[in-house]
């Protein structure tokens, strides 16, 4: 009897839909060995395939199967692009929130035993011809288990989840309606590029500094440092003083004292003084004689840029403490010198952002803007409100986000993943005053109402956990979501949750707590917040119509908002009146201070002295280029931050290993940052996204384009570096390095080439000059402070069995290897070479390209 009992459970069991239960050593054991990967199918549509396809290939290497029909088990991956399907193999797919997808199987599932794969095919909401596109660390779950990442995807090597792309279907972006006229770049076709750019070079007599000087005249002889040298400055220079005593120490290994007691008159000194110089503001003059050197600046900023064009002749190697004898005067083409930088979106830590201030002072760019919040993270600790960090700045597996955000853009599913981390407040003031000795303003962007996921989600948990303790009103004091908000929307990066509630009083309680905590940190560091960037951009259109809060603030009456296309500027004003009840100056991104694309808000209604724009959006055929213009000429100040020549977190070639994003320009290299023309907009219209070149911006158009009617309100220029794809530090400073430089020579110093009509020939030879300074002495400069670069991978040709090969920059070496690179020959001369040839480009410091393949 019992065993016929026993018999009954067990067939009860197999078909009452119970599902195998597997141990974590099962689980794990699954993880570590089954291969997940992706590949891209095709780009390429028709009418019988209208969109893109790609595919998840899942090989079950293990001695673990999955079990048919519907299970316990969920498996997760990160993609950029938000994938499509319908149920293959039994198996549901789901998009989660942003990149963050989910397979589940279903009653239809047939199991996967060991040796057997799965195929599943999706369509992706866009094109996808980069690796980076896909993300690391997909992971598999069970009920009652811990997640498993798979092994194969634990990495930052996207060969091993990422099968290759070498057709031109997986290699370019469409072919509908027209082709992509962007071609992938070859060994051949860099080879066909530098000879075109080398052809303009000419080896400059001098190094120059940079950026580029003024005013220039080298004397005759040379003056060299020795241990008898003082620094002489006067007291309100003590900083600028201790700063070049320390780096002359660093670099040449001289120690020389300081004094501000008039030194004898044949004492060798340094003189660090403020003088008035050409009346401008960061204006210096520096005179190298053979006993003396001056360092006058108009200002404090003006002798410390003084100090760094001296420290920028010195020798790199060979005797280091020679100078040449020679004047500079020198000022800057604009205030507004910037650099955006987002840790948000994955966190990199205090170290590299003090490795970037020193960066950012060395090539005399004033301004960081940091990027504190995202959807994905929120990055500063803010006094009272602990949720911020303990929850919005930590990303792991936990769905209901009451101990940490949803994992994204590959961090997978535990809180030692890449990514995660904050600022403390001792980190931040840290920070702040390490910027402020060397001139650099701190500018904090707290992204509103949009990208607010971060905060949205830390403060709900917030306000559940005081619930359930009965503190109501204490709950509710900085709640950023409406719970009872049903409206639908999604944004560009896939979210449905980031918008905060602009009609709630507690979104206003919470973004005015933030700002005094953020001033209190400034006060700290003995300095004062004087900007505050509200982020606004890209808020998901649909926000707020569905939420009784915004409806009840609709129908009040006589408060200025009539409908919903009222909410946006609404917050925006509330913003802004409480920035200036500090007394700061408002920023925000282009898009958070317009009605639509053409039409800003009211300047006027924002009590701030000053508001103003970072412009971004410029992608030429879409009619957007012109908003520069449109907001200068509408009293707002801009910063020109335009996607196409500034944005970092493009590739540098369009390439499948490139890592970045390329939605504004299918790729920007160190020649498109150098040739950014800020006093001529139009004039940088050069292609179109597809490739097309653009002769006439305004034919293309069909439209007049608004001149520029107050060229007062532009205060410079910004290079931006948003962290989607860059998990870790070296991919940060790859992608940052050394664009960075010719972000920094556009914002210093106009060229003579720049004009609406720009001379190309004279602007290839001063990206020559440049390019040679890089390589002879800024990129073992910048080696030697321990900053990782990126060099262009060299271009080759096999001409008669004899190898052609040339290098993007001039004085960088070309390396070429027969052995699959056991070793590395430099290449001089044509010289006859097997076919099965790898090259890479090296630099004077030691650092290499990536290796490419002779195609």
């Known amino acids: 009897m019992k065993y016929f009992l026993l018999l009954w459970l067990c067939i009860s069991y197999l078909f009452s839909g119970q599902v195998q239960a597997y141990t974590q050593a099962q689980l794990a054991e699954f993880a570590k060995n089954t291969e997940l990967k992706f590949a891209v199918k095709s780009n390429f549509t028709s009418a019988t395939e209208p969109k893109s396809q790609v595919e998840l290939i899942l090989t079950n290497k293990s001695s673990q199967a999955l079990s048919a029909g519907t299970g316990n088990w969920v498996l997760y991956f990160h993609a950029i692009r938000k994938q499509e399907g319908a149920e293959q193999h039994g198996l549901i797919l789901q998009h989660v929130q942003g990149d963050l997808h989910s397979l589940r199987p279903g009653k239809n599932f047939k199991g996967l035993k060991p040796g057997e794969q799965l195929r599943l095919r999706f369509s992706p909401s866009s094109f996808m011809v980069s690796y980076s596109d896909w993300m690391p660390r997909a992971f598999i779950t069970a009920k009652g288990l811990k997640p498993e990442i798979f092994a194969n995807t634990d990495t930052e090597d996207f060969s091993r989840f990422v099968e290759p792309y070498t057709r031109a279907e997986q290699l370019q972006r469409f072919n509908n309606p027209s082709p992509d006229l962007y071609p992938v770049a070859t060994s051949q076709s860099r080879f066909v590029a530098n000879q075109q750019q080398l052809s303009a070079f000419k080896m400059p007599e001098q190094l120059s500094v940079v950026p580029s000087p003024q005013q220039i005249s080298y004397q005759r002889g040379q003056t060299r440092l020795n241990a008898d040298w003082l620094i002489y400055h006067s007291g309100r220079l003590t900083s600028e003083a201790s700063y070049l005593q320390q780096q002359l120490q660093k670099i040449s290994g001289l120690s020389l004292s300081l004094t501000t007691k008039a030194p004898a008159k044949n004492q060798p000194h340094i003189a660090l003084t403020v003088q008035a110089v050409k009346d401008k503001a960061e204006a210096y003059q520096l005179v190298i004689d053979d006993k003396q050197i001056s360092l006058s600046g108009n200002d404090n900023a003006g002798a410390f840029y003084a100090v760094q064009s001296l420290l920028a002749l010195l020798p790199v190697e060979g005797e280091r403490a020679v100078l040449p004898n020679l004047t500079i005067t020198d000022w800057p083409r604009f205030g507004w010198r910037g650099l955006h930088y987002d840790m948000a979106r994955n966190f990199h830590g205090k170290e590299v952002t003090l490795r970037m201030i020193d960066q950012l002072a060395r090539y005399k760019l004033n301004k960081l803007h940091l990027h504190l919040t995202e959807d994905e993270g929120w990055r500063i600790e803010i006094p009272g409100l602990p949720e911020?960090?303990?929850?919005?700045?930590?990303?792991?597996?936990?769905?209901?986000?009451?101990?940490?955000?949803?994992?994204?853009?590959?961090t997978g599913p535990f809180t030692s993943g890449n990514g995660n981390g904050y600022y403390s407040t001792a980190d931040f003031i840290e920070i702040l005053k390490y910027a402020a000795e060397r001139h650099i303003e701190i500018i904090p962007e707290i992204d509103m109402p949009g990208h607010a996921r971060a905060a949205v989600k830390a403060m709900q948990a917030r306000y559940l956990t005081l619930k359930e303790q009965g503190k109501e009103a204490e709950a509710t004091q900085y709640l950023l979501s409406d719970p009872l908000d049903q409206s639908k929307y999604m944004t560009v990066q896939y979210y449905t949750d980031n918008s905060i509630n602009v009609c709630l009083p507690s979104t206003y309680a919470f973004v005015d707590?933030?700002?005094?905590?953020?001033?209190?940190?400034?006060?700290?560091?003995?300095?004062?917040?004087?900007?505050?960037?509200?982020?606004?951009?890209?808020?998901?259109?649909?926000?707020?119509?569905?939420?009784?809060?915004?409806?009840?603030?609709?129908?009040?009456?006589?408060?200025?908002?009539?409908?919903?296309?009222?909410?946006?500027?609404?917050?925006?004003?509330?913003?802004?009146?409480?920035?200036?009840?500090?007394?700061?100056?408002?920023?925000?991104?282009?898009?958070?201070?317009?009605?639509?694309?053409?039409?800003?808000?009211?300047?006027?209604?924002?009590?701030?002295?000053?508001?103003?724009?970072?412009?971004?959006?410029n992608i030429w055929e879409w009619g957007v280029g012109d908003r520069a213009h449109r907001l200068a000429n509408a009293g707002y100040q801009v910063v020109l931050s335009h996607g196409t020549h500034l944005y970092f977190d493009h590739p540098y070639e369009a390439h499948p290993e490139e890592r970045g994003y390329y939605w504004a320009a299918r790729f920007t290299d160190m020649a498109k940052v150098f040739g950014y023309m800020p006093d001529h907009l139009y004039a940088n219209a050069d292609k179109t996204r597809e490739g097309q070149v653009i002769e006439?911006?305004?034919?293309?158009?069909?439209?007049?384009?608004?001149?520029?009617?107050?060229?007062?309100?532009?205060?410079?220029?910004?290079?931006?570096?948003?962290?989607?794809?860059?998990?870790?530090?070296?991919?940060?400073?790859?992608?940052?390095?050394?664009?960075?430089?010719?972000?920094?020579?556009?914002?210093?110093?106009?060229?003579?080439?720049?004009?609406?009509?720009?001379?190309?020939?004279?602007?290839?030879?001063?990206?020559q000059r440049f390019g040679w300074t890089l390589t002879q002495k800024e990129l073992p400069r910048l080696a030697e402070a321990g900053v990782a670069l990126y060099l262009p991978p060299p271009g080759a040709v096999l001409q008669d069995g004899l190898l052609l090969a040339n290098s993007a920059w001039p004085g960088l070496v070309v390396e070429y290897s027969e052995d699959q690179g056991q070793n590395w020959l430099p290449y001089t001369e044509a010289v006859k070479v097997s076919t099965n040839l790898l090259l890479r480009s090296k630099a004077k410091n030691g650092a290499t390209s990536r290796v490419t393949q002779l195609d």
């Open 696 to 767: 006439n911006l305004e034919v293309l158009l069909g439209q007049e384009l608004p001149a520029l009617e107050k060229p007062e309100n532009i205060l410079g220029i910004q290079g931006q570096i948003w962290t989607e794809t860059i998990r870790t530090p070296e991919q940060l400073e790859q992608m940052l390095y050394p664009r960075l430089l010719a972000l920094a020579e556009r914002a210093w110093h106009k060229a003579e080439w720049e004009a609406e009509k720009p001379d190309t020939k004279a602007r290839q030879q001063d990206w």
């Open 388 to 410: 911020l960090t303990q929850i919005g700045a930590n990303r792991c597996f936990d769905l209901s986000e009451r101990n940490c955000l949803l994992t994204q853009l590959g």
């Open 513 to 617: 707590k933030v700002i005094y905590e953020l001033q209190q940190m400034y006060r700290q560091a003995g300095l004062k917040l004087s900007t505050f960037h509200m982020g606004g951009d890209e808020t998901g259109a649909g926000s707020w119509t569905a939420s009784p809060a915004c409806a009840q603030l609709i129908a009040t009456p006589d408060n200025g908002v009539a409908g919903v296309a009222d909410l946006k500027p609404y917050f925006v004003a509330k913003v802004a009146q409480l920035a200036a009840n500090r007394q700061l100056t408002l920023g925000g991104w282009e898009d958070g201070l317009m009605y639509d694309a053409k039409n800003p808000f009211n300047r006027q209604q924002f009590a701030n002295e000053n508001v103003y724009a970072n412009v971004w959006d």
